[in-house]
């Protein structure tokens, strides 16, 4: 069996690609991976339809990757979701009453780090930004 130091392995298996270019490559992977911590409650300004919430303040670029973390504080279930900014896609889920809790991943689209939010209460869901990753 042949012995493959990183060098060789990359002339073998991917022609044209050296290994010096292939440890960037792995670098701008592990930069883009890298999660910015926030943890920031949001402002949802209406209930009951999608809400576009803009996120540039906080340091999310289009196409972050956003982790929300969505909080229903009522005694009763409540609906609330996160899309991507025109997304058909309804995201909305029943969270469960006394503290029942989601964790969504979303992307942010637009020219300023935006996404949609639903809640149906502004008053008992709560949705914070638990933060984010480039892609």
Known sequence: MA??????????????????Q????????????????KWQELTIPAAGSW?????????V?????????LVNEASGMRYMGAR????????????FPYHGTMVLPVKAS??????????QSTTDCQVFLMGYMGL
Request: net charge negative; with cysteine; charged share 20%.
């Open 61 to 69: 670029g289009d196409a972050n990757l956003v982790w929300l973390f």
């Open 110 to 119: 637009g020219a300023n780090g935006t996404i949609e939010v639903w809640v």
């Open 84 to 95: 991507e900014v025109g997304s058909a896609l309804a995201r909305v889920r029943d969270c």
């Open 22 to 37: 292939l440890n960037r490559m792995e670098a701008g992977i592990a930069a883009a991976l890298e999660f910015t911590e």
């Open 51 to 59: 809400q576009e919430i803009d996120l540039t303040s906080y340091g």
């Open 3 to 20: 012995e493959y130091s990183p060098t060789t392995w990359v002339e073998d298996s991917a022609p044209g690609i050296s290994a010096t």
